[in-house]
């Protein structure tokens, strides 16, 4: 039996096991990198709030976000000056694109993922998404008013029927096709998380524009 089959087989049973039917709260690791950096991400999802913490490639905390995705606000946090602030949340995606799904596959990290692409119309960049059946409902929440990789991760929102998938690889180049960015999950861990984690430390200073 062929390996994609096999991972098929073994996703299956887990998102059809009744715990897969809650919304997912745990933590979710990605790495990003460009042709200059790396980047870690780690993604805590409980509810409606969601944290990102994002490292440098050493592992060093450089800065946090608190999102409340009911409330449509973004709260960024710097450790180094113990200071907050309320930022703007992101307006629609407008861009103009092209969108083939494609039949490519591959098993990354153990999970089915089929390529769906996306072209702009005005760069020409290409986005490629290589996604599994998942449930992630606070994912699209979240693009929407917030993208912590500053990339074009948020040509996913373009994409139609695309509820129920969850991208395990997001690749990005250019027209000439040299690659920019490359962002993928490397853990996906389920687990209860306490409310504390998704506020804001009491002796931090509330910074204003």
């Given amino acids: 039996m062929g390996t994609w089959i096999v991972a098929f087989l073994s996703f299956l049973t887990v998102i059809l096991s009744p715990s897969s039917k809650s919304e997912f709260e745990g933590r979710i690791s990605l790495i990003q990198e460009t042709p200059y950096d790396t980047t870690r991400f780690d993604i805590f999802v409980k509810g409606n709030a969601v944290r990102v913490d ?10 946090s976000s608190i999102v409340n995705l009911s409330k ?28 083939n799904k494609s039949e490519n596959k591959k098993v990354i990290n153990g999970q089915p993922c089929v390529q769906w692409r996306v072209k702009e119309s005005a760069t020409r960049d290409e986005s490629a998404f290589w996604v599994t059946p998942m449930k992630m409902e606070f994912f699209d929440k979240l693009l929407a008013i917030y993208d912590p990789t500053e990339s074009n991760l948020r040509a996913f929102l373009k994409i139609p029927a695309r509820f129920g998938y969850f ?15 490359k962002i993928r999950v490397t853990s996906i861990a389920p687990a209860p998380l306490s409310d504390k984690l998704f506020d804001v430390p009491k002796n931090y200073t509330l910074l204003r524009h």
């Fill in 167 to 181: 991208p395990m690889l997001y690749e990005e180049r250019t027209f000439l096709r040299f690659d920019k960015k």
């Fill in 54 to 63: 994002i490292r440098d490639k050493e592992g060093i905390l450089g800065r």
């Fill in 72 to 99: 449509n606000q973004v709260i960024l946090i710097s450790p180094d000056q113990k200071a907050y602030l309320y930022t703007e949340k992101l307006g629609p995606f407008n861009g103009r694109v092209s969108i």
